[in-house]
């Protein structure tokens, strides 16, 4: 039975449009996106068919257009919808944190750090500079590293922060391994960087550490 068969509001869009887009499934989200099926499937089965082969979605989605392209059902035009929506995702939390919501939701920060570098394969240390009213400036990935971790040189974070003209930083880095528990590491540098940036008149309010779950926020725990 072709989509356009099915009862009015079990298909996706209609759906959507009534429902909300949180109401869809995973697989009805991607359908929408395909539009059509492989031969002798719809689209929400191939959609499934995709997500029970090459899923789930997060491990989907961290392709790159051109891998994507590559999986059966999709090809360089869905696959480029697909990232074209991703990069949307980042740039609506992105123009969020520019409006001052690092500073009125701090959890804005934490998402958006969670979209930028949970997935990768190796360790990134990634810095946010904020203004005085601590609206985004800009965001850097400085640091690169292995799968088990990466070097973070504080000075090089004060350099970038004063060539931003920057008051005060949100820092983040993601464990590949998924273990979500900040090390011992993780805090040791957190000291160094809060006191180096101090030394400038300039504040480092939060560490996120990015892994599987929620992001955890370092602040939260006491120890920025």
């Not at 939701?105 to 570098?117: K, T």
């Amino acid at each position: 039975m072709h989509i356009r068969d099915w009862p009015v509001d079990e298909r996706p869009r209609e759906k959507l449009l009534s429902r909300g887009a949180s109401a869809l499934s995973d697989a009805e989200l991607l359908a929408i996106f395909l539009g059509s099926g492989l031969r002798g499937r719809d689209a929400v089965g191939t959609a499934r068919d995709l997500l029970g082969a090459h899923g789930p979605l997060r491990a989907l989605l961290e392709r790159t257009p051109r891998q994507l392209a590559e999986l059966p059902g999709l090809g360089p035009a869905r696959a480029c919808a697909i990232s074209a929506a991703l990069e949307l995702g980042h740039r609506h939390l992105s123009a969020d944190l520019e409006r001052g919501a690092a500073m009125t939701d701090p959890q804005a920060a934490g998402r958006y750090f969670a979209q930028r570098l949970r997935g990768l394969p190796h360790e990134v240390f990634a810095v946010m500079f904020l203004d005085t009213r601590h609206r985004s400036l800009a965001f850097e990935e400085l640091f690169r590293g292995t799968l088990d971790g990466t070097e973070v040189h504080p000075r090089e974070v004060v350099r970038r922060a004063l060539a931003h003209n920057a008051a005060a930083v949100i820092v983040g880095h993601n464990h590949p391994s998924g273990n979500r528990e900040p090390s011992a590491a993780d805090r040791a540098v957190t000291a160094r960087l809060k006191q180096a940036l101090a030394l400038v008149d300039l504040r480092l309010l939060d560490h996120f550490v990015i892994a599987d779950g929620p992001p955890v926020s370092l602040a939260a725990r006491g120890w920025v």
